[in-house]
């Protein structure tokens, strides 16, 4: 089965592109270095060509207001219009837990106008809600700043790995559409103040992080249980310790 992998060349993409292929799928990789841009809509007409499938692991470059929106919008409109001219049969999106509770965000917004656009396109779909991924933790520290402290709320927290994540999504995208959405999350939780707090330690990251019950998380207001998943969310394997032994330093220049 020929699944074209938009943002194939990123945290997850790469992962997702080595595991579909391993399970013997033609999977492309798709992103402006490879030839495939879906905000001008370059490459797509030819990389969907034979595809059945379309996952969209993709990110905006930038995560200021305007711009993720804009980034979300345009790509997710472009990518279903093709999709619908080439025959597309499934359309999977990673998108994130909690996603709809935190509109007051600029990037959540941008999520939210993406999944809007694919529940009311023509092509059946997947919505696949990750929680953060244990790569992260450094970038939700940076975010995070202020007065040049990290401020987090001591909420629940689920993360998990981003090879955990790829397996997901490669198992959804090979199955039926559930035309809805499914969620997946870490096997452990945590206080999202105490794994930044331990993540940074192992960095040997020296900024304090403070547990701040009024700080927000990407710009938005959050409760005890909004970034957590429901109970029959499908849980990764890896654990945040056997992670940072596996991983520890190898980590991209953006999730280092
Ligand atoms: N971070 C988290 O904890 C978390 C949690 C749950 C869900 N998610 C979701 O997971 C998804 C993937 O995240 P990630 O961290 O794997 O992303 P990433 O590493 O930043 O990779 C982004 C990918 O998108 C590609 N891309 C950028 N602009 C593009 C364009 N105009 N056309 C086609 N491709 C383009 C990039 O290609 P280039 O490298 O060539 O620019 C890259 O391959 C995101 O949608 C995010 O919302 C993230």
New binding site residues.
Partial sequence: MKIVV?????????KLVSKLREHGHEAV??????G?????GEGLTEVLKEASVVV??????SWEDAAVLN??ET?TRNLLTHEAAAGIRHHV?????GTERLAESG?FRA?IA?EKLIKESSIPYSI??????F??LK??ADISVVGGKVRLPPVLFQ?MA?DD?ASAVGTIAVGPPVNGIVEIGGPEQFRLDELVRRRLATLKDPREVIADPTARYSGAQIGERTLVPDNNARLGETRFDTWLTQSAGTG?A??A
């Fill in positions: 938009i943002g194939g060349t990123g945290l997850i993409g790469s990789a798709a992103a402006p270095n490879t495939v841009n879906t905000l001008t969209d692991v993709s990110n905006s470059p980034f979300f790509s999106a990673l998108s994130v837990v990037y999520k993406q696949v809600h990750a929680t953060q991924f790569e992260f970038g939700l993360p981003a994540v991209s953006a999730y």
